[in-house]
Each structure stands twice: as C-alpha cells, then as structure tokens.
C-alpha cells in the first residue's frame, strides 16, 4: 500500500505569492493531519481532520493560512500570502479513527520563502 | 496541555554500543508513538506502544503507564540509526503532543 502522499516535495516561492500545499491520506484513513515543523518550534500541529470535517485548527497561526478537505482522499493547506517566516517542513499524517490511532507521516514538503 | 519530556537531548555513540532513550509524560494517555527522524527528514513509525514492551530488531520499547514513562533501546546501534528519535503521546480525540525529540549521533 502506498503512504501517505505529499506535493510538491520542494516548493521556492518568493514573499507575497500564493503557496498550495497537498496531501493525498493512506487509502482506509479517516483522520488527517498538518504539522509545521521548524529548528525553533519543533513539530506543532496546524489542523486536523475527522472523516473529512476540521476538527481543531487551534495551531493555525493567522488568516493567511486555510486547509481544506473535499473528500477523504485528497486535502489541501493554502497560505495566502506567504512570508518568510512560514518557511518551514510541512507535513501531512493520518490515522484510522476508532482502532489504534497511530498516524504515519508523509514526506514532508519543504518550503522556502524568499 | 500535557507535557512530554524527552532524554537526553542529544547522544553520540560509538557504532555497536546500546542505548536507552527516555520518555516522561504529565498525565495518563491512550496511547505512545516512537518515531525516528533520518537525516533525509522523514518521520518513521517505530512502535505503537501504550503499554507494555514490544520489540523489533534491535530496537526495544516499553511503555509503564501507570507511572507514566516509556523507554526506547537500541542495541548494537549502527550509523543508519542517526537521527532524531521523538516520542509522542495522545491523551483524548486524535491529537499527538510530540517531545522535543533526542538527537542521536552513531559514529563508525
């Protein structure tokens, strides 16, 4: 079976510009997740979802940043616009609601604003 | 929120030595993730381990959650194993409160 599914694996965008960030979740999973992960901050939590519904998107940090699930295969986090300080290691995971929970990850897409 | 503490932070080893790196937790927990962080970046699921001891190869782990720790060994360690080991914990709904991770270094 395939992981979970990230794209772009890299992404070199200059401040000011649109940033979309995309995840396909392991095939069977309900629950997904985006993590930032940074030297100063470590792994933080942005949003998640359940059964294709945001649950707790407590960790977004500000209105530049939105993340959508249309259906349970594919789910989307857009900032809008991006700054150099949302460079990061952006990373999708998910799990299967009701058995154990354990979320695996994708491969993260690196982004770097200039 | 809970708290995850991770020990040590940092750890370099000599290739074929063992080690033992730490967990502590604030409050109970449905469950016990260890990952490892290779130096490429990835995040990969180690064990799943809300109490109890599993192992696979030489790495063991053990989770005693009445008081509220877990340990990860690693036994005649290799260079491959360098990276960031991290421990994550979930209390209630799907949330994973991760530690701050231990950095280990396996020199040949």
């Known amino acids: 079976d395939a992981g979970v599914i990230q794209s772009p694996r890299h992404e070199v965008t200059e401040m000011g510009q649109e940033v979309t960030l995309r995840c396909k979740p392991i095939s069977g999973h309900n629950s997904l997740f985006w993590y930032r992960q940074t030297m100063m901050r470590g792994l933080e939590l942005l949003i998640y979802f359940n059964n294709n519904v945001p649950i707790d998107d407590s960790g977004m940090p500000e209105d530049r940043f939105s993340a959508k699930m249309p259906n349970a295969s594919f789910s989307t986090l857009k900032i809008q616009p991006s700054e150099p300080r949302d460079s990061a290691v952006y990373f999708c995971?998910?799990?299967?609601?009701?058995?154990?929970?354990?979320?695996?990850f994708g491969p993260g897409t690196r982004l770097t604003v200039t | 929120g809970i708290q995850v503490e991770q020990s040590p932070p940092d750890l370099i080893l000599q290739e074929g030595a063992n080690s033992t790196l730490r967990c502590n937790f604030s409050d109970s927990v449905n469950n016990l993730q260890w990952f490892h962080q290779n130096p490429w970046g990835q995040l990969i699921n180690l064990f799943y381990i809300p109490s109890g001891t599993k192992q696979n190869g030489r790495l063991s782990a053990t989770t005693v959650a009445t008081e509220r720790y877990s340990l990860l060994y690693i036994s005649s360690s290799q260079t491959t194993d360098s990276g960031v080991y991290f421990c994550a914990v979930r209390t209630s709904g799907s949330r994973l409160t991760f530690g701050e991770g231990t950095q280990l270094t396996v020199n040949p």
């Open positions: 995971a998910s799990s299967a609601l009701g058995r154990s929970y354990e979320q695996y």
